[in-house]
Nanobody, 123 residues
Framework: QVQLVESGGGLVQAGGSLRLSCAAS????????MGWFRQAPGKEREFVAG????????YYADSVKGRFTISRDNPKNTFYLQMNSLKPEDTAVYYC????????????????WGQGTQVTVSS
């Protein structure tokens, strides 16, 4: 089993920045994909960004390209989502997730999930 604990959410003004962290434990992750998803009230959970733990390859939703950066620190078993130029439409609960494949997928059916952290962007 893999346990994921995320942190770093909060309230920020439009145009501001926030960094989310996700600490993983329980297994090694060399063949995993790590990802970030978000879910706004009344909306489906949507893919934000993903990274291959092994290769570092990344993939982003069009809505966040150029603003968000996903990264990982392999020795710390931690990965991050740096969010810049935040917009009110970025407001959502953000979830980190892990999937047992190095291929980055965008469907919200990853194998393991964090508890979620609220990100609120005010106008």
């Amino acid at each position: 089993q893999v346990q994921l604990v995320e942190s770093g959410g909060g309230l920020v003004q439009a145009g501001g920045s926030l960094r989310l962290s996700c600490a993983a434990s329980g297994r090694t992750f060399s063949s995993y994909t790590m990802g970030w998803f978000r879910q706004a009230p009344g909306k489906e959970r949507e893919f934000v960004a993903g990274i291959s733990w092994r290769s570092g390859s990344t993939y982003y939703a069009d809505s966040v390209k150029g603003r968000f950066t996903i990264s990982r620190d392999n020795p710390k078993n931690t990965f991050y989502l740096q969010m810049n130029s935040l917009k009110p439409e970025d407001t959502a609960v953000y979830y980190c997730a892990a999937d047992k494949t190095p291929i980055i997928a965008t469907r919200p059916d990853y194998d393991y999930w964090g508890q979620g952290t609220q990100v609120t962007v005010s106008s």
